[in-house]
């Protein structure tokens, strides 16, 4: 393709290794019901957002959830989530080079993340909120979370472009098939899940040396 219109990028373990951190509210929370969070489980997390999480995790320790049980798990889990994330945020390799390279070729860029938008106040914190022109958020596309195409499109009709004239940047199944569903060309750095090649799917070990340019090509 040309100069991309803009380039859309996930944050949770995309731009940030953070994944491996969110295993800490996750597995401890499962062990505070009294189970303990299946490896399988976890991986089918990879992600998603927090509604879809929650249910995981309750079906997993074999618990039938209150909507208060519910709320009141995913208000446990992003208070220690926010503890974990304030004491450092890795960044994945390349990511952060990345990031300032494409920013400083002019295309406009938009984060878009299945975490919710108090959690993402604190990441950008590490991750720097000048870098992007707008940021979509978990909590902000009316539950129409990835594996949907919205949170995608919404970021493409806040920036006023074409979603197929687009690069997202992704590392999981979950978020790969939003992106794909939303029209663009997706870059795949596979972080803790293995991503199954598609369509407008372009695999990169890491993003190191990842620019404008390379973004061309894809």
Do not use: H
Not at 156 to 176: F, H, K, N, Q
């Amino acid at each position: 393709m040309s100069d991309p219109q803009a380039v859309l990028w996930d944050m949770d373990g995309t731009l940030l290794d953070s994944e491996k951190l969110w295993d800490i509210p996750l597995y401890e929370y499962a062990e505070k019901l009294g189970g303990v969070l299946s490896p399988e489980t976890r991986e089918r997390m990879v992600g998603s957002n927090v509604p879809t999480t929650m249910r995981l995790l309750f079906a997993d320790v074999g618990i039938e959830p209150t909507d208060a049980d519910m709320a009141d798990g995913a208000a446990w889990i992003s208070r220690r989530t926010e503890e974990v994330f304030r004491a450092g945020l890795p960044w994945r390799p390349g990511a952060q080079e990345a990031l300032k390279a494409v920013r400083a070729s002019g295309v406009p860029m938009a984060l878009v993340t299945s975490t919710e938008r108090s959690l993402t106040e604190v990441a950008l914190d590490t991750i720097g909120r000048d870098l992007f022109d707008v940021t979509v958020c978990g909590d902000e596309v009316d539950g129409l979370n990835k594996p949907l195409p919205e949170p995608y499109l919404k970021a493409a009709r806040l920036l006023d472009v074409d979603p197929a004239r687009c690069v997202a940047v992704e590392d999981s199944p979950t978020g790969v098939a939003a992106a794909v569903a939303a029209g663009c060309t997706v870059l795949v750095v596979p972080c803790d899940v293995e991503v199954p090649a598609g369509q407008r799917r372009v695999f990169r070990d890491s993003l190191t040396g990842v620019d404008l340019e390379v973004l061309r090509r894809l």
